[in-house]
Antibody
Framework: EVQLVESGGAVVRPGGSLRISCAASGFTFDDYTMYWVRQAPGKGLEWISL????????YYADSVKGRFTISRDNSKNSLYLQMNSLRTEDTAFYYC?????????????WGQGALVTVSS | EVVLTQSPATLSLSPGDRATLSCKASQSVTFYLAWYQQRSGQAPRLLIY???KRATGIPARFSGSGSGTDFTLTISRLEPEDFAVYYCQQRSNWPQLTFGGGTKVEIK
């Protein structure tokens, strides 16, 4: 069974930094593109970043480009999101998501989410 | 950016009813569209991808259709667990992956 468990969510001041992590199990981690998708409380879904299987390709939504960095460690079956220069509008649940295929660009399996609150 | 517009915003139906949800794209996404279900307090779940392919473990009462700019998710007979929010998502304009605003299916 695929399991994705996020950790590291916290309350952070505007302008601050935070790194959240995702531990993956139940599948061959380095076979799949991985994603971060966020959802502000009571709002819709927003894709923010993807990383391919060997980290050679990373992409970001315009809303986080230059501030957030996605990375992965295939030896640890782990995905990360480094968030810098945080803004109040970055407050959201951050979901770690597995692709439907190697590069299917659909979101097949989701973690339960890590809550990041940006507030003074 | 490809904008996805979902309608209606809310659909009020009874268990056993047929549900028809719409997703319209601002430009053609060919058949590169998916549907997700999000129950209250839960993470989203992939239902349909490539417009009409059911994801693993998804019941046959869920079906997807459409191409180009107009897509439909149909739930043939609503079960109690189907009352939720549904989102569409396109991958045609990758790497910019976008979602629609969602349709809430509520109990009438």
């Amino acid at each position: 069974e695929v399991q994705l468990v996020e950790s590291g969510g916290a309350v952070v001041r505007p302008g601050g930094s935070l790194r959240i992590s995702c531990a993956a199990s139940g599948f061959t981690f380095d076979d799949y593109t991985m994603y971060w998708v966020r959802q502000a409380p009571g709002k819709g879904l927003e894709w923010i970043s993807l990383i391919n299987w060997d980290s050679s390709s990373t992409y970001y939504a315009d809303s986080v480009k230059g501030r957030f960095t996605i990375s992965r460690d295939n030896s640890k079956n782990s995905l990360y999101l480094q968030m810098n220069s945080l803004r109040t509008e970055d407050t959201a649940f951050y979901y770690c998501v597995k692709d439907v295929a190697t590069m299917g660009l659909y979101f097949a399996s989701w973690g339960q989410g890590a809550l990041v609150t940006v507030s003074s | 950016e490809v904008v996805l517009t979902q309608s209606p915003a809310t659909l009020s139906l009874s268990p056993g009813d047929r549900a028809t949800l719409s997703c319209k794209a601002s430009q053609s996404v060919t058949f590169y569209l998916a549907w997700y279900q999000q129950r209250s307090g839960q993470a989203p779940r992939l239902l349909i991808y490539d417009a009409s392919k059911r994801a693993t473990g998804i019941p046959a009462r869920f079906s997807g259709s459409g191409s180009g700019t107009d897509f439909t998710l149909t739930i043939s007979r609503l079960e109690p667990e189907d009352f939720a929010v549904y989102y569409c998502q396109q991958r045609s304009n990758w790497p910019q992956l976008t979602f629609g605003g969602g349709t809430k299916v509520e109990i009438k």
